[in-house]
């Protein structure tokens, strides 16, 4: 890699983000330093469009919590995302249940996580069923199918489910309050290397192809992108054998009385949708609605090869559903975009037809309106990086502990059919090593693309575990640099009592 001769460009500052003026002083940064500096590349001069210490590529739950994660710990920070708005599956598609879970028992990490919930509660952005049953008769009857299932502690849920539109405000208070320089509408489509060694990235953009230089990148694009980019190893299964992808949906004008009476009375288990589980599972308390479906097939009301099963996720006064994770495709390919054009179009098809059953044969949405359909599908699998360590699904199901931890995990497994709920406090290690991927200097990966086999993969792809990987990957890129050493190379020990500092619990 080469660097041309102009003038240095200025880094954007953070602070060009904060105040009231913050998008017109950010304008005036850039268009200041636009083409002052400039990197030979196999493509020819681009103009740079920002430096950084550490750059995070990809604002989902991982990525936000990289970047906050490395700013905590004193490195200038850059979070790069595609979209117009950070938060990934939670904002993209409308899943705002990240810590389901979460049981009585269940020991989590903390960090970045609680952050972000604590925040969420703060700012008005989350919101438990309790708080919107009106009718103290109904509050009883689903409390009490929750307090036998451990979902519900001295009268209170163990968790919230974030409302996802105010997820995209909440996120940007974090970003900006962490001292995260953010910056959206940019997608990533190259590396800079030196050897073995990442330089930075080649992004495009309404500005252009420009790069930008890093001396730490963390891949947090869920798909590996960056990593495979750039020439690291990585996995991924046919798509035959893929998770598949979902096109979540919000509705409005719902009866929430009857429809909640409805869920509740059916006293659905979990048996419905696990093939194996850990022993304590399949006789849990589901809110999920398949049956209509299941009949709605049966009737020729919609094709039987649709596969339609909705698992309503967080409720309004006013009568919304926030989520209803319903509509599934398999045979998507998350890595190819003929793929993930088709998924989508058929996707939005489907939840018309979902609508159509719902309104029909569901009790409470008769008078249903559709409120929204995600911005992208939800994807769930897709590459893998061949990292350093690949953890296994001996490791989450046997309490691994490991001297490189950097953060903690319940036992809880979901995909393929297992379902592992963490109702005992049993938790296992995340090692620092399955987000080191091989072959490539200072680059590391979190999220759901970090190393590790087909089972262990249906915990670490969870969004509570993939910010346990992101706050420890932005850790420790911050440290590398304070260092001056590769992140493979680390001090294990200082990266650990840094994450520490930031409320991890790691042992």
Same mark, same amino acid.
């Given at each position: ?54 750059? !995070?590529?990809? $604002? &989902? ?5 990289? #970047?906050?994660?490395? =700013?905590?710990? +004193?490195?200038?920070? %850059? /979070? ?26 269940? !020991?989590?990490? $903390? &960090? ?5 919930? #604590?925040?969420?509660? =703060?700012?008005? +952005?989350?919101?438990? %069923? /309790? ?37 995209? #405000? ?49 891949? #947090? ?287």
């Amino acid at each position: 890699m080469e660097i041309g001769t102009g003038s240095r460009r200025t880094s954007m500052t953070r602070r060009a983000f904060l105040g009231v003026a913050a998008a017109s002083a950010g304008a005036a940064v850039a268009a200041s330093c636009e083409g002052t500096h400039v990197v030979n590349t196999a493509g020819g001069d681009l103009p740079v469009l920002a430096e950084t210490g550490v750059l !995070v590529v990809g $604002g &989902g739950p991982a990525g936000l919590a990289a #970047a906050i994660g490395s =700013a905590h710990a +004193g490195a200038d920070t %850059l /979070l790069v995302e595609r979209y117009g708005f950070y938060g990934g599956v939670i904002t993209q598609a409308l899943m705002g249940s990240i810590t389901w879970y979460r049981y009585a028992q269940t !020991v989590d990490a $903390g &960090g970045v996580c609680a952050e972000i919930e #604590a925040r969420a509660k =703060a700012m008005g +952005g989350s919101i438990n %069923l /309790l708080e919107v049953l009106e009718d103290p008769a109904l509050t009883e009857l689903f409390v009490s199918r929750a307090e036998a299932a451990g979902l519900v502690v001295d009268g209170k849920p163990t968790y919230e489910v974030l409302k996802t539109e105010m997820f995209k #405000a909440v996120a940007d208070s974090l970003v900006v309050d962490a001292g995260v320089t953010p910056l959206l509408h940019c997608s990533v489509v190259g590396v800079l290397k030196d050897g073995n060694t990442i330089r930075g990235v080649i992004t495009e953009s309404k500005s252009g192809r420009q790069v930008i230089l890093a001396k730490r990148v963390i891949d #947090a694009t869920g798909d590996a992108d960056v990593a495979a980019l750039s020439g690291a190893p990585f996995t991924q299964a046919p798509k035959s054998e893929l998770m598949e992808v979902s096109t979540n949906f919000s509705v409005s004008n719902v009866d929430l009385g009857t429809f909640v009476t409805y869920v509740a009375m059916q006293n659905r288990t979990m048996a419905d949708w696990v093939t194996e589980d850990c022993g304590k599972e399949k006789n849990g308390f589901s809110t999920h609605v398949f049956q209509a479906f299941q009949e709605a097939a049966e009737a020729g009301e919609i094709p039987s090869d649709v596969v339609i099963k909705a698992f309503p996720g967080g409720f309004t006064p006013g009568g919304s559903v926030l989520s209803l994770n319903a509509v599934h495709q398999y045979g998507i390919d998350p890595t190819s975009v003929w793929d993930l054009t088709g998924a989508e179009i058929e996707g939005r098809r489907r939840v018309l037809m979902a609508m159509d059953v719902l309104r029909k044969r569901v009790p409470g949405f008769e008078n249903a309106e559709l409120s929204t359909i995600g911005a992208s599908i939800g994807c769930r699998e897709s590459r893998k990086i061949q990292g350093e360590y690949q953890i296994t699904g001996d490791d989450v199901r046997n309490q691994a502990r490991f001297e490189d931890s950097i953060g903690i995990f319940p036992e809880f497994l979901d995909a393929y059919g297992i379902l592992c709920l963490p109702t005992t406090g049993r938790y296992f290690h995340v090692p620092y090593r399955i987000t080191v991927p091989q072959g490539v200097e200072n680059l590391l990966v979190a999220g759901r693309c970090v190393s590790g086999d087909r089972v262990s993969y249906a915990a670490t792809r969870q969004m509570g575990c993939c910010m346990v990987t992101g706050q420890g990957a932005g850790v420790a890129a911050a440290l590398s640099l304070q260092q001056n050493r590769t992140c493979r190379q680390i001090d294990v020990g200082m990266l650990q009592a840094a994450l520490v500092a930031q409320g991890v619990r790691i042992v």
